[in-house]
């Protein structure tokens, strides 16, 4: 039977550590499990709240309600045609050890993805990405309860309207839907990207016919382990902002008045502009204030020591606002805010 305690706790269930407490909390290891929380909710009717990893939220009030963690296990190889492997995964897998997992299998396609933390359900719901691949490029389909009415729902790629860092689970289908599990299309023949350019250099002298997944895997490990601080060391939900995409009209204005504009050039012919880059140079690398601040080194990451959610709220308006200032762009938050 389904367990439902309640104030609970959410400091250990978000990587920032931010003091939160969830009026009632589940986690559901079955379908039948996340039936019986959506029909408790409903009869008390409370809203619901759904939580993986916590490492894309920010929590800056208690959830009221019903806090429902995904723990739907299960990783299960659906059909082998040629090279092509379809994969379903459950919402309640470990990213990063479901990516170790399909490169022990000997399946190519999610390795640039190692090391993102957080559980597979949640990857579709900003499109997860690093190190130039996407999780939508390797996405066949998801399976979901819609939380209103409880209906199954299978959802192909062009039904999750992805983009950068987006989907509809940002969009229309926002707090709409419970995923459970993930189909994926991986690759039993070697189909490596390698086109970001920090991974090429952490590869450069390997042999191209020594060039594995797990070589790919590891190497992107490094950089990772290398640029950005581990929440277990610092909390943190990696990314604040997303990258601004501006026009190139915009980026060469920007570029005359600053030359060193760190910029990628998009297929559509505008410029995604480097969202760190933007913050150092407004002057915020290792700010520190009311226990939050600017990571020392990558002026990207937020950081708590101590702080809550509403002061690391006020420090992100504050940079901003000192951004739209300096440069006239707009920063966007990445994480899921609940304020
Ligand atoms: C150090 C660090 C590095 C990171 N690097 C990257 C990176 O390189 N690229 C990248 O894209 N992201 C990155 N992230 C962000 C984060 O890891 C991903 O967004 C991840 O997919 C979040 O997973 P989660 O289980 O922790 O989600 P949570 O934080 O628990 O939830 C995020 C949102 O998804 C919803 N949600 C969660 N599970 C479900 C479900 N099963 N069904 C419906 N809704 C659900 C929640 O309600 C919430 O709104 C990083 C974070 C950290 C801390």
């Given at each position: 039977m389904l367990k439902i305690e309640q104030h609970v706790s959410l400091q250990h269930h978000n990587t920032l550590a931010l003091p939160s407490f969830a009026e009632n909390f589940c986690r559901v290891s079955t379908e039948s499990d996340l039936s019986e929380a959506l029909s408790w909710s409903r009869q008390h009717r409370l809203p619901i709240t759904l939580l993986g990893g916590?490492?894309?939220?920010?929590?800056a009030r208690d959830l009221s309600g019903l806090v429902v963690q995904m723990a739907i296990p299960g990783i299960e190889l659906v059909s082998e045609e040629q090279d092509q492997r379809v994969v379903r995964v459950g919402a309640g897998e470990n990213w990063h050890q479901l990516v170790l997992n399909t490169i022990e299998q000997g399946w190519?396609?999610?390795?640039?993805?190692?090391?993102?933390?957080?559980l597979t359900g949640a990857a579709p719901i900003q499109n997860i990405g690093a190190y130039g691949v996407e999780l939508s490029q390797h996405f066949l389909s998801l399976e979901a309860i819609h939380l209103a009415t409880g209906e199954q729902r299978v959802m192909n790629a062009s039904e999750c309207q992805f983009g950068y860092r987006d989907s509809i689970f940002k969009q229309s289908g926002r707090d709409q839907y419970a995923i459970t599990a993930i189909t994926f299309v991986l690759s039993s023949k070697m189909d490596l990207c390698l086109d970001y350019p920090a991974l090429q250099k952490a590869l450069d002298g390997i042999d191209e016919s020594e060039l594995t997944a797990k070589r790919v895997s590891d190497a992107v490990c490094g950089i990772r382990r290398s640029k950005l601080p581990s929440p277990e060391d610092i909390p943190n939900v990696g990314s604040f902002f997303k990258n601004p995409v501006v026009s190139k009209e915009q980026a060469e204005t920007l570029r005359q008045q600053h030359p060193q504009l760190v910029g990628y050039h998009q297929v559509d012919g505008r410029e995604k502009l480097a969202a760190g880059w933007l913050v150092e140079q407004a002057g915020w690398k290792g700010f520190n204030q009311q226990g939050v601040g600017v990571h020392q080194q990558q002026s990207l990451v937020l950081v708590n020591s101590g702080g809550t959610g509403v002061a690391l709220l006020s420090l992100a308006s504050d940079i901003q606002a000192s951004v739209a200032d300096k440069f006239g762009v707009s920063l966007e938050i990445e994480p899921r805010v609940y304020s």
């Open positions: 916590g490492s894309n939220v920010v929590l190519f396609g999610l390795e640039n993805l190692s090391l993102i933390p957080g």
